[in-house]
């Protein structure tokens, strides 16, 4: 699982442009937002990862530094998960692994 790299900080608010280039705050805003399609599958990839590390046996505040979110949203997620049905089971990957390998080799 590669990081990606952090998004730049903005140095100055959306009406401090607003007031500098002579548009409306939402116009700034619409100009630097990233597309939705881009944050969704961003935020999908998130989850994914959050999940994959909690069935890896990781905890929280752990998942939280190594994906450099906070321990909050990693929180969230996992519930998130698990009302959708998710199995969250720790270490899951590994288990479901070592029972299809007994299957190959019966």
């Not at 140095?11 to 007031?19: F, I, P, S, V």
């Not at 890896?56 to 998960?81: C, D, F, P, T």
Request: proline share 1%.
């Amino acid at each position: 699982m590669t990081q990606e790299p952090r998004r730049e900080r903005r140095t100055a608010t959306a009406r401090e442009l607003a007031d500098r280039f002579g548009v409306s705050e939402r116009t700034v805003q619409r100009m630097v937002a990233e597309e939705r399609a881009a944050y969704e599958e961003r935020s999908r990839q998130r989850r994914d990862q959050i999940v994959e590390l909690h069935r890896q046996g990781l905890k929280g505040y752990e998942i939280a530094r190594k994906l450099n979110v906070s321990s909050g949203l990693v929180s969230i997620r996992l519930k998130e998960a698990r009302a959708a049905g998710v199995d969250l089971t720790r270490y899951a990957a590994a288990v479901d692994a070592h029972e299809q390998g007994q299957r190959v080799a019966s």
